[in-house]
């Protein structure tokens, strides 16, 4: 008995919602009359698009800091000041 092996070809391209909320496909590769299956997938937007600089940082996972407290900070950011007096 002869097996028959179907092969699955996938055309991928880009194309925009028309007005009418209308999908059109060029596919000069496929023949006229044939059956397809069409799967539309809209990508997500980046997710690295943030409304603010704080919008980013608050987005960011929890990790070491490199003060305690803000008052470590203040410290250390003074004792560079007073060292460029040097």
């Known amino acids: 008995m002869d097996e028959v092996i179907h092969m699955q070809i996938e055309y991928r391209t880009l194309t925009t919602i028309l007005p009418g909320h209308r999908i059109e496909v060029a596919a000069p590769h496929l023949r006229e009359g044939d059956t397809v299956e069409v799967l539309v997938v809209r990508p997500e937007a980046p997710k690295t698009r943030f409304a603010s600089a704080l919008d980013f940082l608050r987005s960011l996972p929890p990790g070491p800091r490199a003060f305690k407290t803000w008052e ?14 040097r």
Do not use: C, G
């Open 72 to 85: 470590e900070y203040e410290k250390h950011l003074q004792d560079e000041r007073n060292a460029w007096d």
